[in-house]
């Protein structure tokens, strides 16, 4: 995936000069070598200018990093350390920056070896508070050499999904189609977190498209495709289509970037997509999200950036789906209950089209799409992959700004089973702890469209310090509750 950051962080020891240099000096060799020795050196870079301790060594240390290729930044208190020249660090570098501290090593050493770094984390929260810096600060900050480790390795898709944001470019094509309101929202926060966007016509995409007609690139595109659906290639006939208009995307990320690094797409899909173009882009959607390149349905703007997030954080494909319907009482009886530990209300039915990287999918087809062929021909509804989503560990999660232009989230942890779907799309049968409860007083109270983003493992930890650290409020922030704890809209008498 080469439309993701590669993250550099750079960690930088401060010491407070009224304590022995010598604690920073040794607890920062401790947690590099603890580092190394689980993670090697890769995405980390010790700064090795001696100890922070005041304003001219935090320049010493800002030079360093920034010449080091450093995009991000963690500062290590090895003892108290100088909240002044810590927190000008943090203000003064460009990217995301973390806080965390050392613990002290043993009780026969609590005189000269007392570094005092619990109550230090106190003080550079406060100053970080008062200069108006971000940071990033662990649940548990303060910790041994190993701790500090898994801290920083923590860190490293937090930090990638906000360098990525600052440099990243939403490319739409299209108003959303008719009754779609819910995937329309307003474009303001997306400069708040300083992401670009380029809205574009479908006349500019067809125009494109057209020039694209006779690509000497496409008889290896098709090969591509048909190495990759193999026995699933059911509609071989529209390969060259898709092809000339993978071309015209991939041309247009190029062409259209402009000075950002990354890019995501919120295509157009229908209705009139179908007649013009003479298919339906969900296959090659799928692609370019293989490709790490996010491309959302139904000009879903805050879905592909969602998408995008989510990519940077797990590293991988992720997808966008419908949160769609519920599972049959039959459904759950034979194939759920008694073999699995979740209600009926737990489960649900996750699908789109077919926009779903191919990888992602327990099998694969490429056909026509089932619901646009009810209005129309189908020979203009293939291109479509159809299969169901792999069983395994998800995390169903959306950043959205409301009508009133308020960002929003919310983030949950869950599974895909192993049941056979017996269905249409790429689609299948999801269990979320408690998702009844978080289905009517999350999406439904809080007014979130019905697509949501589905990364492909537990991220949840990861996510909820990103959407905090791009300014989510932590009440608008949302998680599936436990059974017990109650919504603030949840009837106590239901």
Same mark, same amino acid.
């Given at each position: ?68 290729? =450093? %995009? *991000?930044?963690?500062?290590? !208190?090895? &003892?108290? $350390?100088? #909240? +002044?020249? /810590? ?5 003064? @570098? ?88 819910? =995937? %329309? *929202?307003?474009?303001?926060? !997306?400069? &708040?977190? $300083?992401? #670009? +966007?380029? /809205? ?5 995409? @067809? ?288």
């Amino acid at each position: 995936m080469n439309n993701l950051p590669q993250v550099k962080l750079g960690v930088v020891a401060v010491s407070r000069d009224c304590f022995p240099e010598s604690l920073s000096v040794n607890r920062r060799k401790a947690l590099m070598d603890a580092y190394r020795k689980k993670y090697g050196d890769e995405g980390v870079y010790e700064c090795p200018i001696c100890i922070v301790e005041s304003e001219i060594h935090m320049v010493q240390a800002l030079e360093d990093i920034k010449k080091a290729g =450093c %995009n *991000a930044l963690c500062v290590y !208190l090895g &003892n108290f $350390g100088p #909240e +002044i020249a /810590e927190t000008l660090l943090a203000k003064h @570098f460009d990217g995301p920056a973390m806080f965390i501290a050392a613990a002290e090593e043993s009780q026969n050493d609590l005189v000269g070896g007392r570094g005092d770094a619990y109550c230090g984390m106190l003080n550079a929260s406060y100053n970080l508070k008062l200069r108006n810096v971000k940071a990033y600060i662990p649940e548990y900050p303060v910790g041994n050499a190993a701790e500090c480790a898994e801290m920083l390795h923590d860190f490293l898709p937090i930090a990638r999904a906000i360098i990525g944001l600052a440099d990243l470019k939403i490319i739409s094509f299209g108003p959303r189609p008719l009754n779609f309101l819910a =995937c %329309n *929202a307003p474009i303001k926060q !997306l400069f &708040n977190l $300083g992401v #670009e +966007i380029e /809205e574009n016509s479908e006349l500019d995409l @067809f125009e494109a498209f057209k020039k694209h007609e006779g690509d000497e690139r496409i008889p290896a595109k098709v090969k591509e495709m048909e190495e990759e659906l193999g026995k699933g290639n059911l509609k071989p006939e529209v390969l060259p289509k898709l092809a000339q208009y993978e071309l015209t995307l991939l041309d247009w990320v190029e062409a259209h970037k402009g000075y950002r690094k990354y890019v995501a797409i919120a295509g157009k899909c229908w209705p009139a997509f179908q007649t013009q173009f003479g298919f339906v882009p969900c296959y090659v959607n799928s692609r370019l999200t293989g490709m790490g390149i996010p491309v959302s349905c139904e000009v879903d703007i805050y879905g592909a950036l969602s998408e995008f997030i989510g990519t940077c954080v797990s590293e991988d494909a992720v997808t966008l789906l419908d949160i769609n319907n519920s599972v049959p009482d039959d459904m759950y009886e034979e194939s759920i209950q008694g073999k699995f530990e979740y209600t009926h209300k737990d489960t649900f039915m996750g699908f789109h089209c077919g926009n779903t990287c191919s990888k992602k999918l327990a099998f694969c087809n490429m056909k026509y799409q089932m619901i646009m062929a009810r209005n129309l021909p189908e020979e203009v509804t293939q291109g479509t992959l159809e299969g169901d989503i792999l069983p395994g560990e998800i995390t169903f999660y959306r950043l959205q700004s409301t009508s009133d232009n308020k960002l929003r989230a919310y983030i949950a942890q869950g599974e895909v089973l192993p049941v056979a779907t017996r269905s249409f799309g790429s689609i299948g049968v999801f269990a979320i702890p408690e998702m009844g409860r978080f289905y009517r007083h999350v999406l439904i109270e809080k007014n979130f469209p019905h697509h949501g983003a589905v990364a492909f493992g537990h991220f949840g930890k990861a996510l909820y310090e990103v959407f905090k650290y791009v300014g989510v409020p932590v009440e608008d922030l949302d998680y599936n509750q436990p059974k017990g704890a109650r919504y603030p809209t949840e009837n106590p008498f239901a």
